[in-house]
């Protein structure tokens, strides 16, 4: 049974820093990894999507690595802005179970002034 | 290009009585795939279909059921709520070949 986890489960920091988000899964068998973020009481807005044959993926000021064979997969974030406060979560999708991302409890990041 | 749908935003029900839940995919997509989330056990995988046909279903007890239109348009029903059923149902939607999902806005229900 795939189980994702995700370290931490909450950030603080400074605006302008730069930060990494973690995410472990214990099955390698994986087809894609996806992060999403996750505003309070709102729907999930996708990020980044990395196929098991790629090792990172970027958008502006967002980069994502897979590490497929350790089971692992980071987000990198630079020059962190109040406006980057959200959930961040990262699922995880086998090719052969339909539709079904197994999702991590997320972190919780707070870009403060 | 228009993003998922869903209907209605919110909803507030009493124990025993059943509800349905819409979701409008992107224009082009034909995967549909509903989740359930809780701030206890996080988001859960309800069920997943593609053409009209369920392909694929989570652990949840027979009350969770669907369908998908032709028009790739999917509902969700939920007979005999209960207490515990309240929570942010979520669904989305994906071309069906690599699966990069993209979610809606998401139905709020509260059962009393």
């Known amino acids: 049974k795939q189980e994702v986890t995700q370290i931490p489960a909450a950030l603080s920091v400074p605006e302008g820093e730069n930060l990494v988000l973690n995410c472990s899964f214990t099955?390698?068998?994986?087809?894609?990894l996806q992060w999403f973020r996750q505003d309070p009481g709102k729907g999930l807005t996708s990020l980044l999507l990395?196929?098991?044959?790629?090792r990172e993926q970027t958008s502006g000021r967002l980069n994502a690595s897979l590490d497929k064979s350790s089971g692992r997969s980071t987000l990198y974030i630079a020059a962190s802005q109040p406006g980057d406060s959200a959930t961040y979560l990262c699922a995880v999708y086998r090719g052969t179970s339909y539709g079904k991302l197994t999702f991590g409890q997320g972190t919780i990041l707070t870009v403060h002034p | 290009k228009a993003g998922v749908t869903q209907t209605p935003r919110y909803l507030i029900k009493t124990r025993g009585q059943q509800v349905t839940l819409s979701c409008s995919p992107i224009?082009?997509?034909?995967?549909v795939s509903w989740y359930q989330q809780t701030p206890g056990q996080g988001l859960q995988f309800l069920f997943e279909?593609?053409?009209?046909?369920?392909?694929n279903k989570g652990n949840f007890p027979g009350r969770f059921s669907g369908r998908q239109f032709s028009n790739s348009r999917s509902e969700m029903n939920v007979s005999t709520l209960e207490l515990g059923d309240s929570a942010l149902y979520l669904c989305a939607s994906s071309r069906g070949t690599d699966n990069e999902q993209f979610f809606g806005p998401g139905t709020r229900l509260t059962v009393l």
């Open positions: 099955d390698s068998a994986i087809y894609n």
């Open positions: 279909y593609f053409s009209e046909t369920q392909r």
């Open positions: 990395i196929q098991s044959s790629q």
């Open positions: 224009s082009g997509h034909r995967s």
